[in-house]
T-cell receptor
Framework: NAGVTQTPKFQVLKTGQSMTLQCAQDMNHNSMYWYRQDPGMGLRLIYYSASEGTTDKGEVPNGYNVSRLNKREFSLRLESAAPSQTSVYFC???????????????FGDGTRLSIL | AQKVTQAQTEISVVEKEDVTLDCVYETRDTTYYLFWYKQPPSGELVFLIRRNSFDEQNEISGRYSWNFQKSTSSFNFTITASQVVDSAVYFCALSEAVGSGGSNYKLTFGKGTLLTVNP
């Protein structure tokens, strides 16, 4: 029962470096999401993908790119990391074809990213 | 835009006390869903409950209960006889449509309430 798997769990980068956060789900969900969690801010949506081959911006997309590689995988890329991107990143998935957003999102365990 | 407010930033109680976590939301939608998630110190997010806007019945699950009042736009969460294992950050969230098609949704989260249950 893996659910949503994120890798890596921890990462330290230097300003300007690039990296990709990986996310995979095994629940056959269509919709996938990337959130970031900052102290006192709750979770904020970065990007989402309603289905394979589609991606859309959320609240805070600047500085990020995403790829929906296939139905299972949704990656988040930081092209040139900045200290403001230090955060905990969560990937989530949910059943699609929902009409009223009634399905809970299932979250991965998060990736703690520090940018020096 | 929709908004979720959790006015209590931190709550500290002694074990066995009852505690209520407040959640107030704003939305223009007539149909919407509210959620509570728990984030223990280990960091993962655990889904607790979902409630739709048409169902104002209170829900009880063991020591947990939820009071949804549409008239006051509130969806409060009560833990009865709290235990140390209940110590966590609790998030209230509202499902919000995104994109132009109207069939995609994101969660708008409150900022969370840190609950500490002391032995």
């Amino acid at each position: 029962n893996a659910g949503v798997t994120q890798t890596p769990k921890f990462q330290v980068l230097k300003t300007g470096q690039s990296m990709t956060l990986q996310c995979a789900q095994d629940m056959n969900h269509n919709s996938m999401y990337w959130y970031r969690q900052d102290p006192g801010m709750g979770l904020r949506l970065i990007y989402y993908s309603a289905s394979e081959g589609t991606t859309d911006k959320g609240e805070v997309p600047n500085g990020y790119n995403v790829s929906r590689l296939n139905k299972r995988e949704f990656s988040l890329r930081l092209e040139s990391a900045a200290p403001s991107q230090t955060s905990v990143y969560f990937c989530a998935s949910t059943e699609s074809e929902v009409r009223w957003g009634d399905q809970p999102q299932h979250f991965g365990d998060g990736t703690r990213l520090s940018i020096l | 835009a929709q908004k979720v407010t959790q006015a209590q930033t931190e709550i500290s109680v002694v074990e066995k006390e009852d505690v209520t976590l407040d959640c107030v939301y704003e939305t223009r939608d007539t149909t919407y869903y509210l959620f509570w998630y728990k984030q223990p110190p280990s960091g993962e997010l655990v889904f607790l409950i979902r409630r739709n806007s048409f169902d104002e019945q209170n829900e009880i699950s063991g020591r947990y209960s939820w009071n949804f009042q549409k008239s006051t736009s509130s969806f409060n969460f009560t833990i009865t006889a709290s235990q140390v294992v209940d110590s966590a950050v609790y998030f209230c969230a509202l499902s919000e449509a995104v994109g132009s098609g109207g069939s995609n949704y994101k969660l708008t989260f409150g900022k969370g309430t840190l609950l500490t249950v002391n032995p």
